[in-house]
């Protein structure tokens, strides 16, 4: 079945620092690939997606570019700001007709002045 | 944009009461709604699928005499926790899609607070 694995946290940054968070996925297809963010006491929010091979998502700095060989979709963005701190989400979606999404597990991300 | 909102935001109830979590979609017609639960170390754990009209399909390992779910419409689905226990205690939130969309996209709602004493 389909799965995603993205990176454990939590992850604590300093502002201005470099951010990485790793995805992989396994699923049928060629499935649409998301990044969803959660601030404290909220629900969740998309913050980008890609739908194809080689598509890149991007939105408030960050990016994440769809890469079928490796079968991977990073999250990346160059300078994080205290307004970051979240968990972040990697989601995807395989067309099965449900239109559920599976999710990671998320990863805590902290970022500090 | 396509929103979600949740009622109550947050909720406090006895136990072996029962709770009503409202789901609606403001602005679009959501055929398919999703019901989660988020454990204190932030996963996402999805309970059921809702559709319009139908019985809601619920995931292994989730009772569904206990977490009832009608989506009686086409912009409100509704999760009621029957007979609520201190172990009910979470974070509900819900998800729609919109079909005009592509259907791939899920729209969160801010999710429901639930503590039950």
């Known amino acids: 079945g389909d799965s995603v694995t993205q990176m454990e946290g939590p992850v604590t940054l300093s502002e201005e620092a470099f951010l990485t968070i790793n995805c992989t996925y396994t699923a049928t297809g060629y499935p649409s690939l998301f990044w969803y963010v959660q601030y404290p006491g909220e629900g969740l929010q998309l913050l980008l997606k890609a739908t194809k091979a080689d598509d890149k998502g991007s939105n408030k700095g960050f990016e994440a570019t769809y890469r079928k060989e490796t079968t991977s979709f990073h999250l990346e963005k160059g300078s994080v700001q205290v307004s970051d701190s979240a968990v972040y989400f990697c989601?995807?979606?395989?067309?099965?007709?449900?239109?559920?999404?599976?999710f990671g597990k998320g990863t805590k991300l902290s970022v500090i002045p | 944009g396509a929103v979600v909102s949740q009622h109550p935001s947050r909720v406090i109830c006895k136990s072996g009461t029962s709770v009503k979590i409202e789901c609606r979609s403001l602005d679009f017609q959501a055929t398919t709604m999703f019901w989660y639960r988020q454990f204190p170390k932030q996963s996402l754990m999805l309970m059921a699928t809702s559709n319009e009209g139908s019985k809601a399909t619920y995931e292994q390992g989730v009772e569904k005499d206990k977490f009832l779910i009608n989506h009686a419409s086409l912009t409100l689905s509704t999760l009621t926790v029957t007979s609520a226990h201190p172990e009910d205690s979470s974070f509900y939130i819900c998800?729609?899609?919109?079909?005009?969309?592509?259907?791939?996209?899920?729209?969160f709602g801010p999710g429901t607070r639930l503590t039950v004493l």
């Open positions: 998800s729609a899609t919109d079909p005009t969309s592509g259907g791939d996209e899920q729209f």
């Open positions: 989601a995807l979606y395989s067309g099965a007709g449900s239109y559920q999404l599976t």
